[in-house]
């Protein structure tokens, strides 16, 4: 479940757009009965920019608004199997922590991780490669991708390439975005480059400072078949992000998904829509 404040923040802008739209469309009606053909333009073209600005900012704002840029947010519903994700490190002590319960407990995960934080701590996803898990572009400076145009896209993705250089160029080529957010420009550039989108089912907030016991909540509830699971080894690249808590819970919620019967999938597979 969200917290609060998401919902609380959501529905009050849902609630300002519906008013706006509704005030809009309102004088739009008013102009057509009025017969006033310089209202009913003028009007119009508000609608419209209206309708278009809203699209723009789901465009933007919601990662899996799969149109017209498709990311992939969840695998085949019919599997009973969950994909593991951690973004924005590697961030020790904690990523070699994650790995290390990861290791043990025989579950893969892909590591979406920071180019600038891949230079701090290269050894730490080189481990991540040899032990067989997944790791992806976050770019290199963890900026949200809204305003940049194509060359300062490229440049997120080419300086992450990069950090990694020394280590190795993971295959196949995945991206996710920093919280999500898209410019215009990216399915472009995506393109241009080879990596495919990849967003995710179910973020749970897990940097939110809740404490582990709301935290293990958030990411046990609602467990779906080909859920894509989003947590956060790090914070936005930040070195030393505490991250306490979901290494103490981890352990708990992979042993609760088993449980329940489900498999964790490397992300690769789930796309590809097989069972490894
Ligand atoms: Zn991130």
Redesign the pocket.
């Known amino acids: 479940m969200p917290p609060l404040k998401v919902y609380i923040q959501v529905s009050l802008v849902a609630i300002a757009g519906l008013l706006l739209g509704a005030l809009l469309f309102w004088r739009l009606t008013k102009a057509i009965r009025a017969r006033r053909a310089g209202a009913i333009a003028g009007n119009l073209a508000a609608v419209t920019a209206f309708a278009a600005a809203t699209f723009g900012l789901c465009y933007a704002l919601i990662p899996c608004f799969n149109w017209p840029l498709a990311s992939y947010c969840r695998g085949d519903a019919a599997q009973k199997w969950v994909a593991l994700t951690f ?2 490190g590697p961030n020790e002590p904690y990523t070699s922590q994650i790995l290390d319960i990861l290791a043990q407990k025989q579950v893969p995960a892909a590591f979406f991780t920071v180019g600038a934080s891949v230079s701090r701590s290269p050894e730490v996803v080189a481990r991540m490669l040899r032990e067989g898990h997944t790791v992806g572009n ?1 770019t290199q400076t ?1 900026r949200g991708l809204i305003t940049l145009g194509p060359d300062e896209i490229r440049e997120e993705l080419a300086g992450w390439e990069r950090a990694m250089a020394p280590i190795g160029a993971p295959q196949p080529k995945l991206f996710r975005a ?2 999500g957010w898209k410019s215009p420009f990216l399915g472009k550039v995506l393109a241009e480059t080879g990596y495919r989108l990849v967003g995710w089912t179910r973020g749970v907030w897990d940097t939110d400072r809740t404490g582990a016991e709301v935290l293990f909540h958030r990411l046990t509830a609602r467990p779906e078949n080909g859920m894509i699971l989003l947590l956060h080894d790090g914070v ?1 690249g930040a070195p030393g992000a505490d991250r306490r808590d979901l290494v103490a819970v981890l352990p708990k919620v992979i042993d609760h998904y088993r449980a329940l019967g489900f498999r964790f999938v490397r992300l690769p597979e789930m796309m590809r829509g097989t069972d490894p």
């Open positions: 973004d924005d976050h963890h920093p919280h936005e």
